[in-house]
């Protein structure tokens, strides 16, 4: 058997169709061609994926020729079910073209389909896409299986259950490595893998070391910042646009990553912002696809936007989640770097675009966020804050997935009605009845609101057409 032929018949398998192959020649010689196939494979989607620059990791490539390992045990222990012990080598080479094809043709598009799935609010249509790229391979196992012999299904059933317990089931207790990381740290995240820690950055507590190259990011904070901005609709004559800026300042926490990114769905699918939604974010799973939320980024980003829209007629709403102290400051944070915190009159200041922006939203959640409202407000400018200026704010932490004040406000609200101070209103009272069953003094949100505002808000709504509500999904589930 040829490599192009066991790759071949590796698709026929993935397609669920037996292969048409004679596997009794086979040694291993083909075996080892095809993990080499799969190293090569594994990089090249990798490449698609990650940005530069490109940095191999060692136990990344011991992952796939782990996978190599464990589909070769696959095969022997489907060989002795079917009782074919002397053609373990060729279904091995089966199995792993299989493997190598399914990467392609099954998880990799699949694992695209789920992500934007869920970043459009179809929980339970992501929710099956996982399903099925899971467990897919059974099927294909099952059907290498009943190849080997036609007339015993039972009997192939079981051999694919116990092939797929040896080649897919261990991954669910084994740490997978990836390939490649845009850090120039591989060594790094190496050592942390072996450490048991998520070397993606994802649901983990501050590692140790960084699984990011620190002054590649900000290096590369321009070009991000441009490619996000470049992404922005224009403004449409005549129609009073909304665009939208979502800052999520804290890197500690996926909380305010989910709050961010749920910003950026809701407000593009329900309130016709779609393509006007710029996120900034602190998180080490996007230092490489996201600009960074700083003071520095915040101030381009809305100069970028001001830019963009009719600053005269268009209406811009700033969402702000992280963490605030008693001083007023917002915690902008992504260890190693050494970020500036953000004052209320920071926050201004970065208001303050050049060209001028009359008509803002502001919204900023954080504990004692009230105390950003009198640096904010003006005639032509709504400030909602999810706190008084002396009290603190619920629902961060590593134990959940929006605060409380996200919740009640993006995620119950502005599903319900497309009027940000009606929404306000209706946040306000939930918060309060949570904070009771909790036993919690209330947070108390603010709002600051003039009657010119309002008018404008109120025309905007006018020639809106609001999309059906957007169903809250955490990017990145709470441990």
Known sequence: MKLWTALWNGMRAVALRPPRVNPVETGPGLFFALTVAYLVVSVALAMIEIARPWALLSLGLMTVLTDALLTLAAAWLMARVMQRDGIVWGIAAILLAATIMTSILVHWPLNHATHALVMHGHVLAAWLAGLVSRWWWLLVLIVVAHWLAPRSFWRALAAGVLGYAVSAAAWWWLDAVPVLTTAQVANTAARDAIAGEDVGGVGTESP???????????????????EAVAKLRPQTPGTVDLYVVAFA?????????????????????????????????????????????????????????????????????????????????????????????ITPDDLADALKTDPGIRWKVVVVNACYSGGF???????????ITSARADRTSFGCGADSDITYFGKAFLAQALNKTTSIPEAFAQAKKSVSEWEDADGEEHSEPQIASTRSIEAK??????????????????VVARR
């Open 457 to 474: 808000l109120e025309t905007w709504q006018r020639t809106l057409k609001p999309g059906a509500p957007v169903p809250f999904a955490p």
């Open 208 to 226: 140790r070391s960084p699984p990011f190259d620190a002054e590649q990011v900000i290096y590369n904070q321009q070009n991000l910042l441009d």
């Open 249 to 341: 300042g804290d890197a500690q926490e996926d909380v305010f990553r989910n709050e961010a990114e749920y910003v950026e769905r809701l407000f593009a699918q329900r309130f016709g912002a779609d393509g006007r939604v710029l996120v900034l974010e602190n998180n080490p799973a996007t230092v490489a696809t996201r600009p960074l939320a700083t003071l520095t980024n915040l101030a381009w980003a809305l100069d970028d936007v001001a830019a963009k829209m009719d600053p005269a007629e268009d209406v811009l709403l700033l969402y702000v989640t992280t963490h605030g102290g008693h001083d007023h400051e917002l915690l902008v944070d992504l260890d190693p770097l050494p970020l500036n915190q």
């Open 373 to 383: 409202i009198d640096a904010l407000r003006d005639d032509s400018t709504l400030v």
